[in-house]
């Protein structure tokens, strides 16, 4: 009887967590390169449409602060970034019926690695707007993500 008492909140732990790793975001972050990033991003999401709203709308918060603070020769770049979110959102918004969301994304993440380009090509430091820009990219990254993570389900 011990035994299956023990056997009985083994398993009870198992589930438990199982099911705290979902509430947590572990499931929207399967395929992410910076996990506890990505976990901390679709943080308190129920479902998948919540994860990427949440993880779009930090997107877009870091893209803000770089536009602030970035050189300004990536001010087009940044805008690009911003508009592709924005499309994004809408997409998101509007049940991504024709598939193009990871489509969006990815030319978000596009549009700021040209600010880097940009800067190297014109002889300038490229570092600084690789520091600057490490953060919108890995934001970024948790959307393409969180985005793979509905086909995975």
Known sequence: MVDLKRC???LLSVVYLSLARHVDGANFCGTAMDKPLCENMVKGAANWDEAIT?????????????????????????????DKLKESMETIKSGNKDGSLNFQISAALTSLEDCTNALKDLKEDGAAAEKLNHGVEQA??????????KSAA
């Open 54 to 82: 949440k993880a779009v709308t930090q997107a877009m918060a870091e893209v803000a602060k770089a536009t602030q603070s970035g050189n300004p020769k990536c001010k087009e770049a940044y805008t690009d970034t911003e």
């Open 8 to 10: 009985i909140v083994a």
């Open 140 to 149: 970024i990254r948790v959307c393409l993500a969180v985005d793979t993570s």
